[in-house]
């Protein structure tokens, strides 16, 4: 199921209407859970807290080093090679140059549980 979500951003993004699945997990959501846990702090500290840790990983995968937090995952990049493809509305050939992208992998500890919850 999808839920429309406004874009409050600025420039040509502004009136765009972005699906959003349901059951995802925005950042606020993410503070406002942490912030239940831990109740003697603000949810703007945590929310700030939140911001440090993703803009950490952020300059690290900039830097080309992989973040790995255990129990969860890692995070790397890796580079896509370039390719020649057809456009299937004109027929024309392009050429799609090399690019970086962002590879999650699972921790096994996560990975066990997600198996073990598809086989209930």
Same mark, same amino acid.
């Given at each position: 199921?999808?839920?429309?979500? /406004? ?9 765009? =209407?972005?699906? *959003? %699945? @349901?059951?995802?997990?925005? %950042?606020? #959501?993410? *503070? !406002?859970? *942490? $912030?239940? +846990?831990?109740?003697?702090?603000? %949810?703007? !500290? ?8 993703? #803009? #950490?990983?952020? $300059? ?6 992989? *973040? @790995? ?9 890796? =580079?896509?090679? &370039? /390719?020649? =493809?057809?456009? &299937?509305? =004109? ?5 799609? &140059? ?10 096994? $500890?996560?990975? @066990?549980?997600?198996? +073990? +919850?598809? %086989?209930?």
């Amino acid at each position: 199921m999808y839920a429309s979500l /406004r874009c409050q951003g600025a420039g040509r993004f502004r009136s765009a =209407t972005f699906l *959003v %699945k @349901e059951n995802s997990m925005l %950042k606020r #959501e993410l *503070v !406002d859970s *942490v $912030s239940q +846990q831990l109740g003697d702090y603000y %949810k703007q !500290d945590i929310a700030l807290a939140v911001d440090l840790i993703l #803009e #950490e990983m952020a $300059s690290a995968l900039i830097a080309g080093r992989r *973040v @790995e937090i255990r129990n969860f995952g890692s995070f790397s990049v890796r =580079t896509r090679r &370039p /390719r020649t =493809t057809k456009n &299937p509305k =004109t027929g024309n050939m392009m050429h799609i &140059p090399a690019r970086k992208t962002l590879h999650f992998t699972m921790g096994k $500890s996560l990975k @066990e549980v997600l198996i +073990q +919850q598809d %086989k209930d």
